[in-house]
C-alpha cells in the first residue's frame, strides 16, 4: 500500500471553553477523495482552517508529503501542495477571471526583486512560463471566454469554479474543499461536481470534500468521515454512511 | 465594482521632455528652486504609493527614511570625503536594509497597528537623529555637504539639482512600475484585497509586502542622499511625521495606486503654497480648503480610477476588505454561511 499524502492523528481544537475539534483523525491517500459530512457547527471547516494552518492546533499532529505540517504558516502549507477554498467564497474581487488565477501560479516562479527591476531574460522567461501556464488552466476549465471579467461581478457559481481554478493554479497535490457546492441548486450541484471529477481525474488531486449535498457527496467520494459536535462519529464508504442509523439521526434527521 | 487595470498609463514621453525644457524655457530661478523640491517630493511620493496604494498599507514613516539617506549621505561625505556616487546607492541600501529589517517583524500587524508601528519607526529616527549629538550633532544639524558630483559635473544650481532629482524620479517611476507591473506586483495587490486569500494559495504575503517596502525606503534613501547634497545641511525637520503627512496627502490627491497621480500631486501640493503666497496668512487655509474639496470631489484623487480613498472618511476601502459575495445568494447560501469569525483565521 502507498503511504498516505496527509495524515492527522488526535487533532484538537478549544475555542475558549469550546471543544471545536476532538480527536480528529485522517489518512488521506494520493488520488483520494474523502467527504466531510456534519451538521452546522460539527468543527468542518475547523479541521480545514487546522490543516491549512489558519488556526493553531491545541493538540496534535498533521503530516504532510513528509512535513510535519502542524504549526506551519499558511502560505508555507500551500507551497507544500495543501491548498483549502474557503465556505465563503474569497476571490480578490477587484482583479479579472486571470489575475486570480495569476496570483496563485506566482509563487512557483523563480524570480527576484532585480530579476523584477531589470527585466532579465529570467525574468521573461519566467513570466512567459507563467502566462502560458494560465493559459492552459483557463483553456482547459473553460473559464477562458471570461477571463477579463472582474471576478467580483460573476455570479455565484462561477466564482466557485474560478476559486477552485485558482486553487489549482497551485499545481496542489491536495484540495481541501470547504462547501464548493454551498448556494447551489441541484442542477449547478451537479454540473460542479462534473467539473470536480474532471479536475481531480486530470491532476490526479487528493480531495477532501466538505459538503452538505450529499449526491456530490455519493458520487465523488471513495470514502465518507462524518463528524457530529467536533468528533468523527462514523466513517466508512458513502453507502455504509448514510445508512447508518447515528449518521440518520445526527445529520440526515436535521438537514432533511 | 473597480477592476484593476494593470498600469497602462499613457507614455509619458511628451512630460518627461516638458520637464526637461522647462527651466531652460523659463530662466528663473525661484522656479528652478520649486522644480528641485517638486522632483524629490515626487520621487517620495511615487515610493510612498507602492506601500499605500498598491500593499494597501499606511505608513507614516516614510519621511524617515528620507531621512536616513540624507544623514547617511552626509556622514560618508562630511567624514570619508565619499563621492556622490558612493553616497547614493550607500545611502538608498541603508534606507532599503533598514525598510527590510523593520518590516518584517510588524507586517502581520493589521491596519491602524501597522500604520502605528510605522509611526513609532519615523519617531524613533527623529529622535535618534536628535539626540545622538556625537555623530548627527543633534538640533544644530550638519552643514557643509559638497555639492553633488558627476564625472567633473557640479550640482551648483537650482536648475541642476532640479535635473538629478527628474534622473530620480524616472528611474523610481521605471522601478515601481515594473514591480507593480509584476508577478510580485500583482501579488502585493492580492494581498491589499485579502491577505489570507492571498496566503491560502501559496502568496508569501509578509515576504511580498516586505519587498515593497524595502523598494520604497530604497528610493526614499537615494532622495535623501540627494537632497543632502542639494541643500548641504540636514537636520531632523524635513524627516519628521509632518512631511510623512504631507506625502499622504499628495498619493492622495494625485490618485492612489496609480503612477502618475502621486507625481500630479506632489508638484501640485509644492506648487500650491508658492502660488498662494501673496495671500499671506489665508494662505494655509486656502490650501486646507482646497485639499478638502479635493477629497470631497474625487475621492480616488485627480487621476484616480477607484474609489480606495472613500475608506478614509469612515468606511474601509472597498479594496481592503475581502469582498463578499456580489451576486444575489439564494436561501440555501444564507442558511450555511459560516459566522464571521470562520476563516478569520487565529493568528
Ligand atoms: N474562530 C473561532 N472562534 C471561536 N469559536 C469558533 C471559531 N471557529 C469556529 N468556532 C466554533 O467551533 C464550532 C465548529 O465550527 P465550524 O465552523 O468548524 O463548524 P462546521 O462544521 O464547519 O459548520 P457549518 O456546517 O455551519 O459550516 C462551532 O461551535 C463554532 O461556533
Ligand atoms: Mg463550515
Redesign the pocket.
Known amino acids: 500500500m502507498t503511504e498516505a499524502l496527509l495524515t492527522v492523528r488526535d487533532l484538537w481544537k478549544e475555542f475558549d471553553g469550546i471543544q471545536a475539534v476532538r480527536g480528529f483523525e485522517l489518512d488521506l491517500y494520493p488520488g483520494e477523495v474523502v467527504g466531510l459530512i456534519g451538521p452546522n457547527g460539527a468543527g468542518?471547516?475547523t479541521v480545514v482552517n487546522l490543516l491549512s494552518g489558519f488556526h493553531r492546533p491545541s493538540r496534535g499532529r498533521i503530516t504532510f508529503a513528509g512535513h510535519d505540517i502542524s504549526q506551519a504558516r499558511p502560505d508555507r502549507i500551500a507551497q507544500l501542495g495543501l491548498v483549502r477554498t474557503f465556505?465563503h467564497i474569497r476571490l480578490f474581487s477587484e482583479l479579472t477571471v486571470r489575475q486570480n488565477v495569476e496570483v496563485a501560479a506566482a509563487p512557483r516562479l523563480q524570480i527576484s526583486t532585480i530579476d523584477v527591476a531589470l527585466r532579465t531574460r529570467r525574468y521573461r522567461r519566467e513570466v512567459e512560463r507563467w502566462r502560458q501556464e494560465v493559459d492552459e488552466l483557463l483553456e482547459a476549465s473553460g473559464l477562458m471566454a471570461i477571463q477579463d471579467r472582474p471576478a467580483g461581478v460573476l455570479p455565484y457559481g462561477d466564482q466557485r469554479r474560478v476559486e477552485i481554478i485558482r486553487a489549482l493554479a497551485t499545481q496542489p497535490r491536495a484540495l481541501l474543499l470547504?462547501?464548493p457546492a454551498a448556494g447551489m441548486n441541484e442542477s449547478e450541484a451537479a454540473a460542479l461536481s462534473d467539473f470536480l471529477e474532471w479536475a481531480q481525474g486530470r491532476y490526479g488531486l487528493s480531495l477532501v470534500l466538505?459538503e452538505h449535498h450529499l449526491d456530490v457527496v455519493e458520487r465523488l467520494c471513495q470514502r465518507v468521515i462524518v463528524m457530529d459536535q467536533g468528533a468523527i462519529i462514523v466513517s466508512g464508504t458513502p453507502e455504509e454512511v448514510t445508512q447508518h442509523p447515528e449518521v440518520i439521526r445526527a445529520y440526515l434527521g436535521e438537514a432533511a | 465594482m473597480r477592476r484593476w487595470r494593470p498600469t497602462r498609463i499613457r507614455p509619458g514621453w511628451p512630460f518627461l521632455v516638458l520637464a526637461i525644457l522647462l527651466p531652460l524655457l523659463v530662466q528663473n530661478p525661484f522656479l528652478h528652486r520649486l522644480l528641485a523640491v517638486a522632483a524629490l517630493e515626487a520621487v517620495l511620493a511615487v515610493s510612498l504609493n507602492l506601500v499605500l496604494g498598491y500593499g494597501g498599507l499606511i505608513s507614516l514613516g516614510h519621511a524617515g527614511f528620507y531621512g536616513i539617506g540624507a544623514y547617511v549621505t552626509a556622514l560618508l561625505a562630511l567624514h570619508l570625503g565619499a563621492p556622490f556616487l558612493v553616497t547614493l546607492p550607500v545611502a538608498a541600501l541603508a534606507a532599503a536594509i533598514t525598510g527590510w529589517i523593520f518590516a518584517r517583524p510588524i507586517l502581520h500587524l493589521r491596519g491602524h497597528y501597522f500604520a502605528m508601528a510605522t509611526l513609532a519607526l519615523g519617531e524613533i529616527l527623529v529622535l535618534v537623529a536628535y539626540n545622538w549629538d556625537a555623530v548627527t550633532r543633534g538640533p544644530s544639524g550638519l552643514p557643509g555637504i559638497p555639492r553633488a558630483e558627476l564625472f567633473g559635473w557640479v550640482a551648483t544650481t537650482h536648475r541642476d539639482n532640479y535635473y538629478l532629482g527628474l534622473a530620480l524620479l524616472v528611474l523610481a517611476i521605471v522601478v515601481i512600475r515594473r514591480f507593480v507591473d509584476s508577478p510580485f506586483g500583482l501579488s502585493l495587490i492580492a494581498t491589499r484585497g485579502d491577505d489570507q486569500a492571498a496566503a491560502s494559495i501559496g502568496t508569501d504575503v509578509a515576504g511580498v509586502r516586505t519587498m515593497a517596502f524595502a523598494l520604497a525606503a530604497f528610493f526614499a534613501g537615494a532622495a535623501g542622499a540627494l537632497y543632502a547634497h542639494y541643500i548641504t545641511f540636514v537636520s531632523v525637520e524635513p524627516f519628521q511625521l509632518t512631511h510623512t503627512i504631507a506625502l499622504l496627502a499628495m498619493v492622495a490627491v494625485g490618485g492612489i495606486a496609480t503612477i502618475p497621480g502621486p507625481i500630479v500631486g506632489a508638484v501640485l501640493l509644492t506648487l500650491l503654497p508658492e502660488v498662494l503666497r501673496g495671500l499671506a496668512d489665508l494662505r494655509m487655509v486656502l490650501y486646507g480648503v482646497l485639499l478638502m474639496l479635493v477629497i470631497w470631489l474625487r475621492p480616488q484623487g485627480l487621476l484616480g480610477q477607484g474609489r480606495l480613498f472613500a475608506g478614509w472618511r469612515g468606511r474601509p476601502p472597498a479594496s481592503l476588505v475581502p469582498q463578499r459575495v456580489s451576486a444575489e445568494p439564494n436561501a440555501e447560501e444564507r442558511r450555511t454561511q459560516?459566522s464571521p469569525r470562520?476563516e478569520a483565521g487565529a493568528r
Request: glycine letters at 0%; a negative charge.
Open positions: 468542518k471547516s465556505q470547504d462547501e466538505i | 459560516p470562520e
